[in-house]
């Protein structure tokens, strides 16, 4: 195997296939790793960087192949040694007739995914390398000629099509701003080949794309949200056909997440509320918002829905609370028909609360500390506090399970000696502080915009809390009933109620309260 690493030797394709093989096939751990070690050391060596193209040529083995590949991406990035245009030219060509082969069919470009990832990923480095160049009007034909290439390819068949798809992806990442600004003529190349992309994908006429196809494509939009403008993406008609794809069911959580960063793309790049896309991006809310009924039929239970397709849902969750977030002030000031989709799209958010899942409802807490602190913020609008009166009064009931007290809350709310047979001194972690936090604001907003409404919650929780034998349960709800106590009124004989028989259970020795971090008592505690 070593005789690899003799370069005065002249290179031996046969050899490096055999010790290719070996690394995976040998009989034996120490062979396979003896040919790894052969093979890392013989890919690091500088004189290796002449070899790439006979390595490409002439080895048939996989490993081999992707060894060459390796070789090449490390010459491309540190750019020690310099790649001729001629060269340039000799190694594109390669890289199309390897990925051509790889996508011969569905089994093969599968059992080559890595060798031809990174095909995929040499051929988008070669592309921002002719972008970063273009210094003459031969080397903007240049970088058209390799862009052409890569399309006409794509047209050929649907693997290649997917195939292209991780190519422009890949020179997406690769060219993605270190900052705001991206250059004109980036801006402009961008542009072009999403334009390109677009159109080969949707206006196909000889082959009709699968689901596998249309996801890639959808993917590769999103990519180019980083490094192409909010207008030029309206202008092509993008959210539309992403509305479209949104209507099938094979798309519905992937068109839900592309359209969010969508809405997002656009709050970055635009530097005012009333932008001039705000008309058409509202509309996408609208029109997603007529669209959810056919995604989640109203008899549903969201739990069920969460249980069944969590990412759909937590996609939903996404979208909505970034299309509101940007576009309420906006839609508020529109038609009434707009203003009810407003209400509908904070019903589903309501309902997307009452999930039983930590991480979803910390997403809903801090969207709902947005809202409500918008709606207390001075001055207040008594019109559009009674616009949101319903929604408020729905969440009210939604939120108490998420009422958790804080580390010794008893000692708080002053139990005196009890507090010594509550083991509630815990150390609250960063994501319990900041769940925390959003509940103990929401909460206590909540109750003063609607307190008739956390009232009567409250009123109608109490009788099954005070039955109960469950001491947690009944300290929770001590801790609301106290943590609105700045809002309400009648609340003070309830607390003192609650109080009186956590008392009582307490002298009755019963078993203490578990804090949310804690383990179960053992027995000899209980």
């Known amino acids: 195997m070593e005789v ?3 370069f005065s030797r002249g290179f031996d394709a046969l050899l490096l296939d055999r010790i290719s093989s070996c690394m ?10 003896a040919a790894s070690r052969v093979l890392l050391a013989f890919q690091e060596r500088s004189e290796a960087r002449s070899l790439v193209i006979p390595i490409l040529t002439s080895c048939t083995h996989a490993n081999s192949r992707f060894i060459g590949l390796k070789i090449l991406e490390g010459m491309m990035k540190d750019n020690k040694t310099p790649i001729s245009q001629e060269n340039s030219d000799m190694i594109i060509q390669m890289l199309m007739g390897m990925m051509t082969a790889l996508c011969a069919d569905a089994a093969t470009m599968q059992s080559q995914r890595l060798v031809l990832n990174k095909c995929n990923y040499l051929m988008a480095l070669f592309i921002v390398r002719d972008m970063q160049s273009l210094s003459s009007s031969s080397q903007q034909q240049h970088l058209q000629m390799n862009m052409n290439a890569i399309f006409r390819m794509s047209e050929t ?33 961008h542009y072009y080949i999403l334009r390109e992309i677009f159109s080969t994908a949707t206006n196909r006429t000889t082959l009709a794309l699968d689901k596998t196809t249309t996801r890639a494509f959808i993917a590769t939009i999103a990519e180019y949200f980083q490094v192409v403008s909010i207008n030029h993406i309206i202008e092509m008609k993008i959210p539309s056909f992403l509305l479209q794809c949104l209507s099938q069911k094979a798309y519905y959580a992937t068109s839900l997440k592309v359209l969010a960063d969508l809405l997002l793309l656009a709050s970055q790049q635009s530097r005012s509320d009333a932008d001039e896309n705000a008309a058409v991006l ?3 809310l609208s029109s997603v918002v007529a669209i959810i009924p056919n995604i989640m039929p109203s008899s549903a239970s969201m739990q069920d829905m969460f249980d069944e397709a969590e990412k759909l849902v937590t996609n939903l969750l996404i979208f909505l609370t ?23 799209g904070l019903g589903y958010i309501v309902n997307i609360t009452s999930i039983d899942d930590v991480d979803l409802s910390l997403q809903c ?5 947005w809202f409500m602190a918008s709606l207390c913020a ?8 009674a616009f949101y009166h319903p929604v408020v009064s729905r969440l009210c009931p939604v939120l108490l399970p998420h009422i958790v007290p ?52 409250l009123l109608e929780k109490s009788s099954s809390v005070i039955r109960s034998t469950n001491l947690k349960q009944l300290c929770d709800f001590c801790f609301c009933v106290y943590l609105i106590g700045p809002h309400l009124g009648p609340q003070d004989t309830l607390l003192r109620t609650c109080i009186s028989t956590l008392s009582a259970r307490l002298q009755q020795q019963q078993p203490p309260i578990s804090s949310p971090n804690s383990k179960p008592a053992g027995s000899a505690s209980s």
């Open 157 to 189: 068949s649907l693997l290649l099509l997917q195939n292209s798809f991780e190519i422009w992806s890949a020179f997406a990442r690769e060219t993605a701003p270190k900052s705001e600004i991206i250059p004109f003529k980036e801006q402009d190349i």
């Open 4 to 6: 690899l690493l003799d």
């Open 365 to 369: 807490l801090q969207f709902w500390r």
């Open 378 to 385: 001075p001055p207040q609008n008594q019109q559009r506090l």
């Open 322 to 344: 970034t299309a509101l977030r940007k576009y309420l002030p906006f839609m508020e000031s529109q038609s009434q028909q707009q203003q009810q989709v407003i209400l509908i």
């Open 24 to 33: 995976t096939a040998a009989p034996t751990i120490v062979e396979q790793q």
């Open 406 to 457: 804080p580390p010794l809350f008893l000692l708080e709310v002053g139990f005196g000696s009890h507090i010594r047979a509550l083991p509630l001194s815990y150390t609250l972690s960063d994501e319990a502080a900041s769940r925390y936090g959003c509940v103990h604001d929401v909460f206590g907003m909540a109750s003063l915009l609607s307190p008739t409404s956390m009232t009567q919650t």
């Open 282 to 284: 509202a509309g996408v």
